[in-house]
T-cell receptor, first 114, second 112 residues
Framework: DVKVTQSSRYLVKRTGEKVFLECVQD?????MFWYRQDPGLGLRLIYF???????EKGDIPEGYSVSREKKERFSLILESASTNQTSMYLC?????????????FGDGTRLSIL | GQQVMQIPQYQHVQEGEDFTTYCNSSTTLSNIQWYKQRPGGHPVFLIQLVKSGEVKKQKRLTFQFGEAKKNSSLHITATQTTDVGTYFC????????????FGGGTRVLVKP
């Protein structure tokens, strides 16, 4: 079974802090994704990566950056956290043939920015 | 931007009854996937539809892809308490670089 592990289940940070959310997958998947989930809005794609050191903007990249130094790890960075970034963050991965493969999700990190 | 709309946002169902959730896209989809997220859990893949007019069944769940590949539906018969959760459709659009675009989800509550 694919295992996608997110470093924290719950996180509380202050406005202006730099926040790191970590995600690790154990299935050698090429594709990794970061989404945020808000009630009624579904999952919105922040950034994704098709390979090590490669990244592409999703639908809502503003205020975020990412890092993929190793194939199994994909980090989401909030450069200067703001209260409107309070949300549930979900990481996902899929194999290279992403067009026809399901995405496998981690358990999520519920981030609160005070 | 490209959108995938899902209705209803909430569905209260009496145990044993049937219900349907609908997914509509502003553009033609290459394929569509459905996911289920249990309360407190993460989205889990259910199924993918690729062909125009395709119908697939998983026990009490029936998934359908529209002829124009712009809409899809999930029908659940004889709802059980284990069906509680949020159901998401996610469409893949060539115009969006083949990224998955998720609908807002239908949150299903079952009354015993």
């Amino acid at each position: 079974d694919v295992k996608v592990t997110q470093s924290s289940r719950y996180l509380v940070k202050r406005t202006g802090e730099k926040v790191f959310l970590e995600c690790v997958q154990d299935m050698d998947h090429e594709n990794m994704f970061w989404y945020r989930q808000d009630p009624g809005l579904g999952l919105r794609l922040i950034y994704f990566s098709y390979d090590v050191k490669m990244k592409e903007k999703g639908d809502i990249p503003e205020g975020y950056s990412v890092s993929r130094e190793k194939k199994e790890r994909f980090s989401l960075i909030l450069e200067s956290a703001s209260t409107n970034q309070t949300s549930m963050y979900l990481c996902a991965s899929s194999p290279w043939d992403g067009d026809n493969q399901p995405q496998h999700f981690g358990d999520g990190t519920r981030l609160s920015i005070l | 931007g490209q959108q995938v709309m899902q209705i209803p946002q909430y569905q209260h169902v009496q145990e044993g009854e049937d219900f349907t959730t609908y997914c509509n896209s502003s553009t033609t989809l290459s394929n569509i996937q459905w996911y289920k997220q249990r309360p407190g859990g993460h989205p889990v893949f259910l199924i993918q539809l690729v062909k125009s007019g395709e119908v697939k069944k998983q026990k009490r769940l029936t998934f359908q892809f529209g002829e124009a590949k712009k809409n899809s539906s999930l029908h659940i018969t004889a709802t059980q308490t284990t069906d509680v959760g949020t159901y998401f459709c996610a469409g893949r659009m060539k115009a969006a670089g083949n990224k998955l675009t998720f609908g807002g989800g239908t949150r299903v509550l079952v009354k015993p």
